[in-house]
């Protein structure tokens, strides 16, 4: 879910040496080059019509050039949303995992407010209506059906550690 802690272990995968693909980008992107302002409802919305438009998969497809030009063996996806999306990576990728991180909406809440990006909630209700947002797209169906799943209801360094033994972990299988 937005603020769990998912574009932080993208960074500690980053300082291992490992590429980054941000899927959030993509909608990033195309707001961009539809002259919109990056507010969370021009987000939420494009979000939603490129889906609409393209099906439940088109963001991982957008993603999977960007992951093929990456070097290296092994590409950290950042921000899958549906099981669709899944099926798109795991059909491209035959060691695909998937990770969630959990974090309880409070401390969410907390992370989003520091984060202070553009699509970043004030109010507890603008939290909850992103929330419900994401959870259509099917997000929960993805979380449920994690490989892995990291509670990250500590610091930043426990995060930090947790995420590098996992990578590791999954890269040596």
Known sequence: MPGAGKTL??????????PVVVMGD???DEVKQRGLKPTPENLGEIMLKIRRDE????VAKRCIPKIENEEGPVVI?????????VEE?????????LITIYC????????LFKRDRSDDPDLWSEFIERDLRELRVGLGSAIA???????NEGSKAQLKSTVQRLIRRIVRQ
């Open 9 to 18: 272990a993208a960074e500690y995968a980053k300082k291992m040496s490992y």
């Open 89 to 97: 990576f795991r059909k491209a990728f035959q060691n695909f995992s």
């Open 104 to 111: 309880s909406p409070k401390a969410r809440f907390k992370h």
């Open 55 to 58: 099906g439940q998969g088109a």
């Open 77 to 85: 996806i950042d921000g899958v949303r549906s099981l669709e999306e």
């Open 26 to 28: 993509v909608i990033r």
């Open 145 to 151: 059906m994690a490989d892995y799943t990291v509670l």
